[in-house]
């Protein structure tokens, strides 16, 4: 190793991140230079023990407790020292605060956190969305001195820059009103302390060594500190490798990494292996496969050897969701360990849901989010009760927050029911709280128990504050939704585990899906093998930290250097002294638009090593991108094997090949229950319980009616559309017609038409009143002003009606409102099946001819009979809308008058379509009404009562094929697809 020790006149002291120079005062750091990071820790060590030696005590400094907790277990291997102490570099400085500070106690990441949003709210230059409370937050944990140092102020700061800096001064004066304190501020005055030669108070008599710090890994203050207090700093400078058992392919590799020699480059074995996919649907099954075939070899290396392979991927959690069990199957065990985003966890996912419901000012937003957190795994409910609730909820839309989240706390556990009422009354720490016990108990396995934990831990550590703040647990969460949370989980393979793949089962091998920088963090010979994935510049860029954090930082003149190539390529140098017997290099060729990516500079590091000409490309595959001595150990997957179907490119191999049934088609054996019977239990009958338009539909689509009708596969949402404004007009006519009878008057004349109307605006306001009473899917609420601005414009088009009234069907007059038929007798007979209904307005004239009227707020051409001119000798065709010519024939046999017209009418436009007897029927009596489609007889009938003969034979023979199973899709044109749930449907027009 090289000591560092002696600076040269001309060089200015350097600063423990190796980037701005140490400030004047207090003792310049030695610097040690060690060939690996073995020789580094012993180097510290004995530094630290000369200190010790000397009666002085030694604190051993790392960047992490896991690092601290490595320096411990090494300083006890070798029968401990008195008088040193290894310890994160955080806990040291919050120990020197309370010997030295003044008096005021260390911010925690959940004060910083709810303190910035604050300070941004009360600044009110911007908005104090997520982004920005984390932009300051990051600030003022990296330096908040810089930020409120108006010396450093430039004329070069943006207003949205100077605004940033205001806030983080509102910011300190607040800490400081609280008797907190940054610990980036404790490391400035601590520092400062220790220059004005007040050091025996920081460090009485002790000596500092940090271990482990890369460039960029100190921030300024806590460099300021190092510096003043004479720190001791070890750096590894990775000149040789760790000793470890290797192939010697690798560490002929780990000699040349980033010094390759021309004249003596790697000698390719297979040891070192490339997997390229063509393309991003190919990547993970090919890091799959992969890492199947590595715990394959791993599983039969002699006794002694590591089983554990190792992929650095760039989404692990991704690769562990889609590929764990597969390769558990197999007999390997998998495991995770990455830090996620919290929104990424069950229990992450259930706090961002539970924190929706709770802040949500509508019924429907908070449905939405109960939902979501009924059915997260984390939240203990049955699936079964989750839809359930869900189902009634989407049903209702007049729920009430409230009522939403006391159903979701009654569906869940009493643990979790506790909770989620105190997180609905505003009570956020004390929710919190009561969570994390409920979800550490139900979790399904230790690693789910542990990620509950550490989200409930990071939100706990912000609930204090914002509870005290009055902060809402949704913006909480929204502040911590991307916090990053350490996820372990595991997958052991099943007691029946069978060999999945080529070769041996992988039994007694494990797969560790990981990122780069914790696979960095393996001991040397650790693993079997080590898969680095995603190794494209685009996944893996080389590139400096640019945002605005950074930028204002460089202003103030507080930036600390980092160069992210070199931190990439310690990582894989780290990472790569793991692997014992294979190296895997994974990219993909292309991108999802198939444009070629590049491999990344950590791909062209290694590569590079098997090269004898670095300025020429004649040695490269340029179909790969690998020198051609790699190119016979790569393995390559082509993406054409994931979307053949797409692309009509028969790749499938026939062993996967299976025909689908065809759609629509129901069993011999399921025929009999394609619908299901309603009449009385002990009666025997031929026939289906049906209902017009049950009929309608069928004949407009035998598919749609099965998936609609049958299968119900329609959102159960309940809605504010065409269907539910129907339902309301209906209910309006029903009781406006109601008081016109009361007042006795038969029919709208022109001499009642003023009192029709004021009757219509009470008929009116007396349904919206009573909507809110309705069950749900039979009402027409509004919720929002919007809805309520829909609502009261239908009352003048319904009074427009009404007004027209006395010049529709003269001598007529509404005898039947809502008639019903069936019911009781469970069914009446028509077209040999059994029928119920409600028929909206009957009118009938004194000879006992009635006109059968079937409200509809919206008419097309299909509502037409017939068209223009029909030949008399063309054939018999079925209209498109049935219900009304149905309808006519029931009211024929049970009230025993004679139809004379089967009229749709839409009152909120006038409209009206169907067929009239022209016979008995002058068309001027019906206005609106085109007669040209709508007059009988017309070609084949000869008349109305022939009409209905004629469409009740034709819908026999029809209904036939659905009494026999026969749903297959037919649909009558394109509109008959346009609702219809089936999206995938091979017979949909569109």
Request: charged letters at 25%.
């Amino acid at each position: 190793m090289t000591d560092g020790t002696n600076v040269t006149a001309h060089e200015a002291p350097q600063a423990a991140d190796g980037g701005a120079p140490a400030p004047a005062g207090g003792r310049e750091p030695r610097v040690i230079e060690a060939a690996d990071a073995d020789e580094a820790l012993d180097a510290a060590l004995g530094v630290a023990r000369e200190a010790a030696g000397a009666g002085r005590r030694a604190w051993v400094l790392t960047p992490s407790f896991q690092a601290a907790a490595a320096v411990k277990r090494s300083l006890a291997a070798a029968g401990g020292a008195l008088g040193v102490e290894a310890a994160p570099l955080a806990s040291w400085v919050e120990d020197r605060w309370a010997l030295a500070g003044d008096g005021r106690r260390l911010a925690g990441a959940g004060e910083r956190l709810v303190g910035c949003a604050r300070a941004l709210d009360a600044a009110r230059a911007h908005e104090a969305t997520p982004g920005r409370v984390a932009l300051l937050a990051d600030l003022t944990r990296a330096d908040l001195p810089a930020l409120v140092d108006e010396g450093r102020r430039g004329d070069d700061l943006a207003p949205d820059e100077l605004a940033v800096l205001d806030a983080a001064a509102r910011y300190a004066s607040d800490l400081a009103a609280r008797g907190l304190v940054e610990p980036s501020e404790a490391c400035a005055l601590l520092a400062a302390t220790a220059r004005d030669g007040a050091a025996p108070s920081v460090l009485p008599g002790g000596a500092v060594i940090a271990l482990g710090f890369e460039e960029g890994d100190l921030t300024r203050p806590e460099a300021d500190l190092l510096g003043a207090v004479g720190a001791v700093i070890v750096r590894d400078a990775r000149l040789s490798a760790r000793a470890a058992r290797r192939a010697p392919e690798l560490d002929a590799l780990l000699g040349a990494l980033y010094r390759p020699d021309p004249t003596r480059p790697v000698e390719a074995a297979g040891a070192v292996r490339a997997a390229l996919a063509t393309g991003r649907t190919a990547e993970g099954r090919l890091i799959a496969d992969e890492a199947l075939a590595l715990a394959q070899e791993a599983a039969g290396a002699p006794a002694g050897s590591s089983r554990l392979v190792v992929v650095a991927a760039v989404d692990p959690l991704a690769l562990f969701e889609d590929h764990a069990d597969e390769l558990a199957a197999a007999g390997a065990s998998v495991m995770l360990d990455a830090s996620v985003p919290l929104e990424r966890t069950d229990a992450g996912r259930l706090l961002v849901a539970l924190a929706g419901a709770a802040d949500a000012d509508e019924g429907r937003v908070a449905a939405a989010h109960a939902a979501d957190a009924a059915l997260d795994p984390a939240s203990g409910v049955r699936r079964t009760a989750a839809f359930r609730a869900d189902r009634a909820w989407r049903r209702d839309r007049l729920a009430d927050p409230a009522s939403v989240l006391a159903d979701l706390a009654e569906a869940a556990p009493e643990a979790v029911s506790r909770a989620v009422g105190a997180l609905a009354q505003g009570r956020v720490a004390d929710g919190i709280a009561q969570l994390a016990p409920a979800l550490a108990v139900q979790a399904r396995d230790v690693g789910a128990r542990g990620a509950a934990m550490a989200v409930c831990a990071a939100v706990a550590e912000a609930a204090g504050p914002a509870q005290e703040a009055g902060m809402p647990l949704g913006r909480l969460v929204a502040l911590l939704r991307s916090r990053p949370v350490p996820l372990s989980l595991r997958v052991d393979p099943p007691a029946d585990a069978d060999p999945a793949g080529p070769g041996a089962p992988a039994e007694g091998a494990s797969v560790l899906l990981t990122t780069l920088s914790r696979a960095a963090e393996a001991a040397p010979g650790g693993a079997f093998a080590l898969m680095v994935c995603g190794l494209t510049s685009a996944e893996r860029p080389v590139r400096a930290r640019e945002d605005a954090g950074a930028t204002l930082l460089a202003k103030l003149g507080a930036a600390v250097s980092a160069d992210p190539l070199a931190a990439q390529r310690r990582q894989l140098r780290d990472a790569l002294e793991a692997a014992t017997d294979a190296l895997v290099l994974e990219r993909s060729l292309n991108d999802v638009g198939a444009e070629p990516l590049y491999p990344a500079t950590l791909l062209e590091d290694v590569t590079d090593c098997y090269r004898r000409d670095l300025r020429s490309d004649a040695e490269v595959d340029r179909a790969l991108g690998l020198p051609h001595v790699l190119a016979p150990f790569a393995r390559t997957l082509a993406e054409s094997r994931f979307v053949y179907g797409a692309c009509g490119v028969d790749e499938q191999e026939p062993a996967l090949a299976a025909p689908l049934p065809a759609t629509g088609v129901i069993g011999e054996a399921l025929a009999p229950f394609i619908t299901l019977p309603r009449g009385p239990a002990s009666v025997t009958r031929e026939g289906l319980d049906l209902s017009p338009s049950a009929i309608e539909s069928y004949l407009d689509c035998p598919y749609r009616w099965f998936t609609q009708r049958r299968l119900a596969l329609d959102a159960p949402d309940e809605g504010f559309g065409q269907l539910e404004r129907g339902t309301f007009v209906h209910e309006v006519l029903q009781a406006f017609y109601l008081r016109l009878a009361e007042a006795g008057h038969a029919r709208v004349t022109d001499a009642n038409a003023p009192e029709a109307l004021a009757l219509l605006d009470e008929a009116f306001d007396a349904c919206c009143a009573a909507q809110a009473l309705r069950k749900p899917g039979h009402r027409y609420v509004p919720v929002e002003r919007h809805e309520r601005d829909v609502r009261e414009a239908l009352r003048p088009r319904l009074a427009r009606y009404v007004a027209a009234q006395p010049s529709f069907l003269p001598g007529f007059a509404p005898a039947h409102l809502e008639w019903e038929y069936g019911r009781e007798e469970g069914g009446v007979p028509y077209a040999g099946h059994w029928i119920v209904g409600t028929v909206d307005r009957i009118d009938v004239d004194g000879e006992g001819r009635a006109v059968v009227i079937d409200y509809k707020t919206s008419l097309g051409r299909a509502y037409r009979l017939h068209e223009r001119d029909v030949d008399a000798g063309a054939p018999f065709a079925l209209p498109r809308r049935m219900q009304a010519l149905i309808y006519s024939r029931v009211v024929e046999r049970q009230l025993g008058v004679r139809v004379v017209g089967a009229l749709y009418v839409n009152p909120l436009d006038g409209g009206v379509a169907g067929a009239f007897d022209a016979r008995s029927l002058d068309a001027a009596a019906v206005p609106g009404l085109n007669p040209d489609f709508a007059r009988v007889p017309y070609g084949p009938v000869s008349s109305f009562s022939d009409l209905l003969d004629r469409a009740e034979d034709e819908v026999a023979r029809r209904m036939a094929a659905l009494a026999a199973g026969d749903v297959r899709p037919s649909p009558a044109d394109a509109e008959s697809c346009r609702y219809c749930p089936a999206a995938l449907c091979e017979r949909r027009l569109p």
